[in-house]
Structures are given as structure tokens and as C-alpha cells.
């Protein structure tokens, strides 16, 4: 599975729009972008995915560059129980196992 | 339809003792992972097991740490001779025989080992 190269931290005002980037370079074609978080203390839970259209679900979107190269999720209206460690995910369709890098922790400021 | 349920949550043990951590997947789930979070770092994949088998341990240190998966009742994560270094938070995840709609692991909360 491709590397992901997240910032380490991010910090966002309740209310605005949380935007979390990703690098995925070498990500190939038949590789999915996914993205989990991990709230403080529990196991981690599954956002969204996708492999090269943007998608929307109930809780964010996720932007995927036209080359693949990249990818941003967004948050519309981050609260404060969005504070969280986000880990951004390329997996091969078909594979099992999720491998983990270090996330961004991400921190919403009241 | 209850989530992945892992036990104990929290769980003491002096060095060189046992431990023992179940995890019960989601109703209908084949697939069961291991993963380990030591503190302040992130998840480390240990092993995939499906009914009966292990498929994929490359995650497993190689001494003390076994997993089984029988056909009837949880996935079992059994440390032997507990170590200092042990200490950290297990977190179960499973996943249904076909990957379904989203691929998605579903996650427990995770069992914490203190090794004193």
C-alpha cells in the first residue's frame, strides 16, 4: 500500500470548516484513500473512502486530487467533539487490514 | 445489532504473568484484527485472523503473543510472560467475509494492559 504523509497537528475554530490534507504520491490504481479518526481513548472509527470522485456522507467530505496525488478532507462545521487523531489511508481494493501512519491531531479551539 | 466487544477493558498484570484479551466481532463477522497502540504512538497492525485461521501475522512479535479465533465464541490475544514494554492499549476490529459496501473495519474500544 502507498505511503500517506500527513502534518502532525492542525488546530481549527468551532464552527469553521476543518480542511485535513493528505499525500499519497505514489498511490496506484487500484488503491482507495481512507480516512478514520481516533477520538481520544477509543477505537477508531471509519469516516469515508474513496478511489478518485469526490465524495460526501453524513459526516464530511473528501476532495481527491484529479492525478491522485493528494487528497483533503473536510469537516463543514467542526465541533468540539471533532477533536481527534485523523489518519489518512491507502489501501488496495481487496486488502484487509487497514495500515495506520501517525494521523494528524487535529484540535478544535472553542 | 451490537459493535465489536472487547474484554477486559482494563486489565493488571505483574511481570512474567498471563494475559488474556477476547475480542467478540460484530454479529455476522468472519474477519478479526489485532492492532496495538503503545502510548502516545499509533496502531500497529499484529495479526488477521479468519474461523480457524490465522492469514496474515506479520504484525505478531515473534515470542510470547499467540491468537486464536475458534469456530465457536471470541478471538483470543494471549500474551505469555508479560513484559514492562507490553503495556499498551489492544484494539479488535472486524469485518464481514466480503468487504460490503465500504470496506470499512469496525473498531472495539480496546483492551488496556498495565504490566507492573
Known amino acids: 500500500d502507498a505511503k500517506t504523509t500527513q502534518p502532525p497537528s492542525m488546530d481549527c475554530a468551532e464552527g469553521r470548516a476543518a480542511n485535513l490534507p493528505c499525500n499519497h504520491s505514489?498511490?496506484?490504481?487500484?488503491?482507495?484513500v481512507y480516512w478514520y479518526r481516533q477520538i481520544h481513548s477509543q477505537g477508531p472509527q471509519y469516516i469515508i473512502h474513496g478511489l478518485k470522485n469526490n465524495e460526501t456522507n453524513e459526516m464530511a467530505s473528501l476532495i481527491i486530487t484529479e492525478d491522485r496525488k493528494s487528497s483533503t478532507l473536510i469537516l463543514p462545521h467542526a465541533t468540539l467533539r471533532d477533536t481527534a487523531v485523523y489518519y489518512c489511508?491507502?489501501?488496495?481494493?481487496?486488502?484487509?487490514?487497514?495500515?495506520f501512519g501517525q494521523g494528524t491531531r487535529l484540535t478544535i479551539n472553542p | 445489532n451490537a459493535g465489536v466487544m472487547q474484554n477486559p477493558r482494563h486489565l493488571v498484570r505483574r511481570r512474567g504473568q498471563e494475559a488474556r484479551l477476547r475480542c467478540s466481532p460484530m454479529?455476522?463477522?468472519?474477519?478479526v484484527y489485532w492492532y496495538r497502540q503503545l502510548p502516545e504512538e499509533g496502531l500497529k497492525f499484529m495479526v488477521y485472523l479468519q474461523k480457524e485461521n490465522i492469514i496474515d501475522e506479520s504484525g505478531m512479535p515473534k515470542e510470547r503473543f499467540s491468537a486464536e479465533f475458534p469456530k465457536e465464541g471470541p478471538s483470543i490475544l494471549r500474551i505469555q510472560q508479560v513484559v514492562r514494554g507490553d503495556s499498551a492499549a489492544y484494539f479488535c476490529a472486524s469485518s464481514p467475509e466480503s468487504q460490503g459496501a465500504t470496506g470499512e473495519l469496525f473498531f472495539g474500544e480496546g483492551s488496556r494492559l498495565t504490566v507492573l
Open positions: 454479529k455476522g463477522h468472519s474477519h
Open positions: 505514489t498511490i496506484s490504481g487500484n488503491e482507495y
Open positions: 489511508i491507502a489501501r488496495r481494493e481487496g486488502a484487509q487490514k487497514l495500515v
